[in-house]
């Protein structure tokens, strides 16, 4: 079945560096590709997402390529602030799959100032 | 335009109990996804509702069960609760139908079985 692996473990930082998260997937056809991101004691919001190979999603200075090649979405951002810890999700949704999202399993991020 | 919205926000229920969590969707509409969310964990499918009718089941038993309404709000259902059901619940709306339309979620329903 469909499914995303993200990295392992919290991903600690200090502000203004550069931000990396690694997502692959694995599906059938041609999903398309989101990431999310989850502030503390809320729901989750759509950060960016890319809907074919090689479209580039962005959003608040994240960014994300749809790699077919390699099967992998990663997120990046240049210089991440304080405001940016929270919690990423990787997420794919398959056309074939009514519209289900199916998601990694998430990377905390924690920006230290 | 109102967002999703989702009631309770807290929970506690003892094991072996019944719980009702509900749902309003976004203005307009008409597909509501359910998801769970484990500690720790990135949410998990349960089902979908398009035109009143489940359309589409994750990997749940069937103590998990929904309705959806005519104005588009939905409840998740959960029977015969167990400690692992505790976990975070959201939903989210979406128009267009099940094969399209972006997800809006809602802030969830923290949901703790003692």
């Known amino acids: 079945g469909d499914s995303v692996t993200q990295m392992e473990g919290p991903v600690t930082l200090s502000e203004e560096a550069f931000l990396t998260i690694n997502c692959t997937y694995t599906?059938?056809?041609?999903?398309?590709l989101f990431w999310y991101v989850q502030y503390p004691g809320e729901g989750l919001q759509l950060l960016l997402k890319?809907?074919?190979?090689?479209d580039k999603g962005s959003n608040k200075g994240f960014e994300a390529t749809y790699r077919k090649e390699t099967t992998s979405f990663h997120l990046e951002k240049g210089s991440v602030q304080v405001s940016d810890s929270a919690v990423y999700f990787c997420?794919?949704?398959?056309?074939?799959?009514?519209?289900?999202?199916?998601f990694g399993k998430g990377n905390q991020v924690v920006v230290i100032p | 335009e109102t967002g999703v919205t989702q009631s309770p926000t807290h929970l506690i229920k003892t094991r072996g109990q019944q719980v009702t969590l509900r749902c309003s969707s976004q203005?307009?509409?008409?597909?509501v996804s359910w998801y769970q969310q484990a500690l720790g964990q990135g949410p998990q499918f349960i089902f979908q509702?398009?035109?009143?009718?489940?359309?589409g089941r994750g990997n749940f038993p069937p103590r998990f069960s929904g309705l959806q309404f005519p104005n588009y709000s939905s409840e998740l259902n959960v029977n015969a609760l167990e400690l692992d059901d505790s976990a975070l619940y959201l939903c989210?709306?979406?128009?267009?139908?099940?094969?399209?339309?972006?997800?809006?979620f809602g802030p969830g329903t923290r949901l703790t079985v003692t």
């Open positions: 989210a709306s979406s128009l267009g139908g099940p094969d399209s339309g972006e997800q809006y």
């Open positions: 599906a059938t056809g041609y999903p398309s």
């Open positions: 890319a809907t074919k190979a090689d």
């Open positions: 997420a794919l949704r398959n056309r074939r799959g009514n519209n289900r999202l199916a």
């Open positions: 203005s307009g509409h008409n597909t």
């Open positions: 509702y398009y035109r009143e009718e489940e359309n």
